[in-house]
């Protein structure tokens, strides 16, 4: 959204409350003093996740032994809008946030989270993959510490297409030609289509050669020729039976779907890894593949993902928030998340340890993140997926033409980016 004057004030004001009411339990200041006091910690990763990072969280403690580490586990699906709650009012909001890549300059913008540049947080920064990295700064502040990298790749279950005597398809179009042949030899649908989630739609909208918007230009591109064919292309997909979707809670169907071996495919990332696998259809963990996701009739692209570590501005105890940042995106805490969650590191080094150079998925998705496409990095990033959503929904339900979804999508962002051509 387009602030202006009077928005501006306000958001400074909530910043300046956000700081006089804060968020963790007090402790020792000092930039020489031993830490104490609590940080709370509000983690957004998955059921499959969350233990490995409650326990990497709290040997914080063993470290720091007078920091209490309270970690809390908030859905990801509320956390947006419950930590803006939380911040806005000056109360609730935690010390230290799994921040998802895109709500940084959301969350900055608005005066939520405190600056780390020249502060312990920022750990030679230079380690850091160039990529991610850049998801952490606006107007040139650094606002987070990258802790995870990811984009999305094409889950398949060899022993389906095997069966069905069909090869891993390179673009959408070889794997709607193979549907049929999927069906009949396995009676498995080729594929899950996140029809849900906006996020899955960029694929079809980078492999058309689009994209949402040029920041640098200030231009819309949804709605131009390529944002047309790409809502063609989920329509095609499913009305030809070579994908099935829902509207709602798509993450858990599409694992269910994967997993049961009612769908030969799905599109995911690193995250669904030990999901997926704890599913009867890869007991046998060779029975997973990972390719990169199918192109669409110009190229392939898929969206860089990711989580950073943010400090909310108002936090009672910033010297201990800013060291438990610096430790939970350290190279240690990495190379563990990557051995037991089989996550994609943010920084350089990290790859080279023989645990995470020899780990499989960071075989596959270690490369595909170097091409994958960014993303926009401005305050109004987030709010660009949820005209997506209500389209992709009109779509697929055949209330809306791929014509009019595109239109409508463009004629929103230009609502929501009001200097936008």
């Known amino acids: 959204m387009r602030r202006g004057t009077v928005a501006t004030a306000l958001v400074a004001g909530l910043a300046m409350a956000a700081t006089a009411c804060g968020g963790g339990g007090g402790g020792d200041q000092s930039s020489g003093g031993e830490l104490s006091g609590t940080v709370?910690?509000?983690?957004?990763?998955?059921?499959?996740?969350?233990?490995?990072?409650?326990?990497?969280?709290?040997?914080?403690?063993?470290?720091?032994?007078?920091?209490?580490?309270?970690?809390?586990?908030?859905?990801?699906?509320?956390?947006?809008?419950?930590?803006?709650?939380?911040?806005?009012?000056?109360?609730?909001?935690?010390d230290v946030m799994r921040t998802e890549v895109a709500w940084v300059a959301d969350f900055a913008n608005l005066g939520y989270l405190a600056p780390l540049d020249g502060t312990p947080a920022l750990d030679n920064t230079g380690d850091y993959l160039p990529q991610a990295l850049g998801s952490t700064k606006f107007k040139a502040k650094t606002y987070a510490a990258p802790q995870v990298t990811d984009t999305l790749g094409?889950?398949?279950?060899?022993?389906?297409?095997?069966?069905?005597?069909?090869?891993?398809?390179?673009?959408?179009?070889?794997l709607t030609a193979a549907a049929e042949q999927i069906k009949d030899k396995t009676g498995a649908t080729a594929l899950y289509l996140r029809g849900d989630d906006p996020y899955w739609f960029l694929p079809?909208?980078?492999?058309?050669?689009?994209?949402?918007?040029?920041?640098?230009?200030?231009?819309?591109?949804?709605?131009?020729?390529?944002?047309?064919?790409?809502?063609?292309?989920?329509?095609?997909?499913?009305?030809?039976?070579?994908?099935?979707?829902?509207?709602?809670?798509?993450?858990e169907n599409q694992l269910k779907a994967l997993k049961d071996g009612s769908v030969a495919m799905a599109v995911s990332g690193p995250w669904?890894?030990?999901?997926?696998?704890?599913?009867?259809?890869?007991?046998?963990?060779?029975?997973?593949?990972?390719?990169?996701?199918?192109?669409?009739?110009?190229?392939?692209?898929?969206?860089?993902g990711g989580w950073n570590l943010s400090v909310y501005a108002g936090s009672k105890n910033l010297q201990a928030?800013?060291?438990?940042?610096?430790?939970?995106?350290?190279?240690?805490?990495?190379?563990?998340?990557?051995?037991q969650l089989s996550l994609l590191p943010t920084r350089k080094s990290v790859y080279q340890a023989p645990s995470v150079k020899n780990n499989e998925m960071v075989g596959?998705?270690?490369p595909a993140v170097e091409k994958a496409v960014q993303r926009p990095w401005i305050a109004e990033g987030n709010a660009l997926f949820e005209p997506i959503k209500v389209q992709m929904n009109k779509v697929l339900?055949?209330?809306?033409?791929?014509?009019?979804?595109?239109?409508?999508?463009?004629?929103?962002?230009?609502?929501?980016?009001?200097?936008?051509?």
């Open 40 to 94: 709370t910690f509000w983690d957004t990763s998955n059921d499959a996740e969350k233990a490995t990072y409650k326990k990497l969280a709290e040997s914080f403690e063993k470290e720091h032994p007078k920091v209490d580490v309270k970690y809390v586990s908030v859905p990801f699906g509320d956390a947006n809008a419950k930590f803006k709650n939380a911040a806005g009012g000056g109360a609730g909001a935690p």
């Open 154 to 174: 094409l889950f398949y279950n060899k022993r389906l297409l095997k069966e069905a005597g069909v090869g891993v398809p390179k673009t959408f179009a070889e």
């Open 204 to 251: 079809y909208l980078y492999g058309e050669g689009g994209d949402l918007v040029d920041a640098r230009d200030k231009v819309v591109e949804i709605d131009d020729g390529a944002g047309v064919r790409a809502f063609k292309a989920i329509k095609d997909l499913v009305d030809s039976k070579a994908a099935v979707t829902d509207a709602t809670d798509g993450q």
């Open 272 to 304: 669904d890894i030990e999901g997926v696998r704890s599913g009867k259809e890869f007991k046998d963990g060779k029975n997973l593949g990972v390719a990169p996701v199918p192109g669409g009739s110009a190229s392939q692209g898929s969206p860089q």
């Open 321 to 339: 928030s800013y060291a438990f940042v610096k430790y939970m995106s350290s190279a240690k805490i990495q190379r563990q998340t990557t051995e």
């Open 364 to 366: 596959f998705f270690g």
């Open 397 to 421: 339900t055949g209330a809306s033409t791929p014509e009019q979804a595109a239109k409508a999508v463009g004629d929103s962002y230009r609502k929501i980016l009001k200097d936008y051509k």
